[in-house]
């Protein structure tokens, strides 16, 4: 299914429903790229490659917006219809855009099985250059829904970002730098509480501690200040990008990489409970797979509580 939009407005805001929390409202996935996006990507560029075609550029609001079409396509087993991808368009500012939805046993069966069914009018088509992959694990295999765009121009370089300094909470939560016993010596108390309720909820499960790192801390740091010099709530920043964009500025690679938000909630406690009782959230909190953490904690730009980040990779 693809078509073709002539004029397409931009609007690259906060139209469209990424994963986070806000105290009290209805929770979403949280926002993860994973090792079968990672591989289903690599191996779409590969076979780019040996038909002589430009790599498709991985794009997080892509990988976001193909989340929310997988999630409604569970529900209600209807692939999404060209109407839906018409707005996912005009929401991105994507000049084309087209859908596979696949399954198979592994990601090389479905690449195989997208070449095979789709073949040059999908993964092989040379006006798409960029590409956002949401997959699933079903009783029945991997499920994925993967959408394929024409951007057209890339955004500018974005300014490394510097850190910036931690905020003080209010009291009775804990003042900042203090010794926190972690490898990131530069966390504040709430901060430090937040790693400790992270790592106590893996120990439930029987999962190993993540560790707390300077540069992840810098990148969700930034990122809660940004959000409230800004005031919005999102993952994608107007200022730095995604939080993959954020993590490669700072010079992190990953091979998982993964983002929890919340905004209202006053202390540690209150804001794990929220993201441990959202699925999405808590998937990222029990990932397997990551094994640091970098920890933001700001005041909110409402007045209420505090803006709450959490990074967790894998490297």
């Given amino acids: 299914m693809q078509f073709r939009l002539k004029r397409v407005s931009m609007f690259l805001a906060t139209l469209f429903t990424l994963a986070f929390l806000v105290s009290m409202a209805s929770p979403q996935a949280a926002l993860a790229v994973d090792k079968d996006g990672q591989q289903m990507v690599a191996l779409v560029n590969a076979n780019r490659s040996k038909a002589g075609l430009p790599a498709l550029q991985y794009d997080s609001q892509l990988c976001a917006q193909a989340a929310q079409l997988l999630s409604a396509y569970q529900k209600t087993g209807q692939i999404p219809s060209t109407a839906n991808l018409y707005q996912v368009a005009k929401n991105g500012g994507y000049k084309s855009l087209g859908q596979t939805v696949v399954r198979g046993s592994d990601v090389k069966a479905m690449v195989d099985k997208q070449l095979t069914c789709y073949g040059n009018s999908s993964v092989l088509n040379a006006k798409y250059d960029c590409v956002g992959v949401a997959m699933v694990n079903t009783t029945s295999g991997k499920l994925c829904v993967q959408l394929l765009a024409t951007k057209g121009s890339s955004k500018p370089a974005t300014p490394k970002p510097t850190p910036t300094p931690t905020p003080?909470?209010?009291?009775?939560?804990?003042?900042?730098?203090?010794?926190?016993?972690?490898?990131?010596?530069?966390?504040?108390?709430?901060?430090?509480?937040?790693?400790?309720?992270?790592?106590?909820?893996?120990?439930?499960?029987?999962?190993?501690?993540?560790?707390?790192?300077?540069?992840?801390?810098?990148?969700?740091?930034?990122?809660?200040?940004?959000?409230?010099?800004?005031?919005?709530?999102?993952?994608?920043?107007?200022?730095?990008?995604?939080?993959?964009?954020?993590?490669?500025?700072?010079?992190?690679?990953?091979?998982?990489?993964?983002?929890?938000?919340?905004?209202?909630?006053?202390?540690?406690?209150?804001?794990?409970?929220?993201?441990?009782?959202?699925?999405?959230?808590?998937?990222?909190?029990?990932?397997?797979?990551?094994?640091?953490?970098?920890?933001?904690?700001?005041?909110?730009?409402?007045?209420?509580?505090?803006?709450?980040?959490?990074?967790?990779?894998?490297?």
């Fill in 168 to 315: 003080t909470p209010t009291p009775g939560d804990g003042e900042p730098n203090e010794g926190s016993g972690s490898s990131d010596a530069s966390m504040n108390q709430l901060q430090q509480q937040v790693v400790d309720l992270v790592n106590a909820e893996r120990a439930k499960q029987g999962l190993k501690p993540v560790v707390a790192k300077q540069d992840l801390t810098a990148v969700a740091q930034l990122k809660a200040q940004d959000m409230y010099n800004k005031k919005y709530f999102s993952h994608t920043s107007p200022t730095y990008g995604s939080p993959f964009d954020m993590m490669r500025q700072q010079g992190i690679s990953y091979t998982a990489a993964g983002e929890n938000i919340a905004m209202g909630q006053k202390t540690a406690q209150q804001v794990m409970t929220d993201w441990m009782n959202s699925s999405g959230h808590r998937a990222n909190i029990l990932n397997a797979n990551y094994n640091e953490i970098g920890v933001g904690v700001y005041q909110s730009y409402n007045g209420y509580g505090y803006i709450w980040v959490q990074e967790f990779a894998r490297r």
